[in-house]
C-alpha cells in the first residue's frame, strides 16, 4: 500500500504525508496565497507568457510568497475558473 505526496503526487509510504519537508512547507505556503480572480483572468487573456511571468513575480514580491508558488497556484485557479466544464 501506498499513498502519494499531497504537494508532488509522489508515491510515498501510506505512513507518511509528504515525500519531504520541502514539499510540507510548500504546502502549507501555498494554502495561504490567495490571488484574485481578475488577476487571474488578466494573466491568461490580457498578458503575453513573458508579462504573466514579471506581474506573477510582482505579484509575489509585494506579497512575500515564492514565485513559484504563487505560479503553481494561478495555474490551479485557472483551471479551476476557466478550463471545467
Ligand atoms: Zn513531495
Redo the contacts with the bound molecule.
Sequence with gaps: MTNN??????K?PISKV???A???E?FFQKIVISVPKPFVKKLYFFCSEEQRESEIKVFAKRHNWHEKLVTEKVEELFEEYYKCG
Design positions: 505526496c499531497q504537494y508532488c503526487s509522489k510515498i509528504f515525500c519531504s520541502e514539499c510540507k510548500s
